[in-house]
């Protein structure tokens, strides 16, 4: 049985991916729970959204040096999603079946 903090993950990280992918929801639920490499990198995902929505508590050169650092972050981990969503359901190399 999933805790409330798994739960909680587990909608952050979906959210994260479905706010990027709104047309392939179903997709993402379904690769989420099949595959945990897929699951990951959703997770990541949400994760480097909200590391880059925390970084104003720098000097300006420094804040912008780390948001471009989440940015690249977060477009890897997007084309990633991209890669494993348009591989037809999960049967990529990220599946754990």
Known sequence: MATNDEATRKEQAFSAAARRFPQAELSIRRLMGRSEDFFELCEDLAEAERAL??????????????????????????????????GGEGRGPHTTE
């Open 53 to 86: 929505a925390n970084v104003a508590e720098t000097t300006a050169a420094l804040c912008e040096e780390r948001r471009r650092e989440w940015q690249e972050v977060i477009d890897h981990l997007v084309n990633d999603i991209a890669e494993v969503i348009g």
